[in-house]
């Protein structure tokens, strides 16, 4: 029983958490990341202040707060071993991207592909923004280089895994803002594959291939 009402709590934690979100980025794109403050943000979703910070402690954390990390590296987690570094990255950052925009057309606006690309825009051109962006890349980049497992103990392995993972990302990135540009037009993770393509020579980066 105490189990169900902790699942329950979560559940109307995350639900909380997502709707504070979705207000908040709305309103930044609206009005201005700087324009905005957190008791606008607390009015149109509905709760106190204190609410919105002990969801979100920064005003930063409202808009580069998210579980892609967790997402990708399940994926990362799942795949063998026996892949190349960058196939079992690559893949994984591709298949987390189709998840992410599967909700393209849903009512909820905290997974809805309208809210991440107005997310996305707001780290590529807030300079608030920017500098906790690339800290939430190194943070993805070491939760890559953890779901690896035991092909990091050693030093040789872990320098790898953080070359591969770094690499990965900076191309992501590359198809990140290309999909920002092109107003989400062209499917997110053949974006991905096709930058990853680009970058490694590797045609066969595609969710659920074999390896």
Same mark, same amino acid.
């Given at each position: 029983?105490?189990?169900?009402?902790?699942?329950?709590?979560?559940?109307?934690?995350?639900?909380?958490?997502?709707?504070?979100?979705?207000?908040?980025?709305?309103?930044?794109?609206?009005?201005?990341?700087?324009?905005?403050?957190?008791?606008?943000?607390?009015?149109?979703?509905?709760?106190?202040?204190?609410?919105?910070?002990?969801?979100?402690?920064?005003?930063?954390?409202?808009?580069?707060?998210?579980?892609?990390?967790?997402?990708?590296?399940? =994926?990362? /987690?799942?795949?063998?071993?026996?892949?190349? &570094?960058?196939?079992? %990255?690559?893949? *994984? #950052?591709?298949? +987390?991207?189709?998840?992410?925009?599967?909700?393209?057309?849903?009512?909820?606006?905290?997974?809805?592909?309208?809210?991440?690309?107005?997310?996305?825009?707001?780290?590529?051109?807030?300079?608030?923004?920017?500098?906790?962006?690339?800290?939430?890349?190194?943070?993805?980049?070491?939760?890559?280089?953890?779901?690896?497992?035991?092909?990091?103990?050693?030093?040789?392995?872990?320098?790898?895994?953080?070359?591969?993972?770094?690499?990965?990302?900076?191309?992501?990135?590359?198809?990140?803002? =290309?999909? /920002?540009?092109?107003?989400?037009?062209?499917? &997110?993770?053949?974006? %991905?594959?096709? *930058? #990853?393509?680009? +970058?490694?020579?590797?045609?066969?980066?595609?969710?659920?291939?074999?390896?």
């Amino acid at each position: 029983m105490m189990e169900r009402h902790s699942t329950l709590r979560e559940q109307r934690r995350a639900e909380t958490q997502r709707t504070i979100q979705a207000h908040a980025v709305r309103l930044f794109t609206e009005r201005g990341y700087d324009a905005t403050a957190i008791n606008d943000v607390a009015d149109a979703a509905g709760v106190s202040p204190m609410t919105v910070y002990r969801h979100f402690p920064t005003k930063e954390d409202l808009v580069l707060v998210d579980q892609h990390r967790q997402l990708i590296a399940e =994926r990362i /987690a799942a795949s063998s071993p026996a892949q190349p &570094l960058v196939r079992r %990255i690559g893949r *994984a #950052l591709i298949e +987390a991207a189709a998840t992410l925009t599967s909700g393209r057309r849903t009512p909820d606006l905290a997974t809805s592909e309208q809210f991440l690309l107005d997310r996305l825009r707001l780290m590529i051109s807030t300079p608030a923004l920017r500098a906790k962006h690339l800290d939430n890349y190194y943070a993805l980049q070491q939760a890559i280089v953890d779901a690896l497992g035991d092909d990091t103990t050693e030093p040789d392995a872990a320098f790898h895994a953080h070359a591969a993972a770094s690499a990965c990302l900076a191309t992501m990135h590359t198809a990140l803002v =290309r999909w /920002a540009e092109d107003d989400g037009k062209t499917d &997110l993770s053949t974006l %991905i594959a096709a *930058a #990853l393509a680009a +970058a490694f020579g590797d045609d066969d980066l595609t969710p659920g291939a074999d390896g």
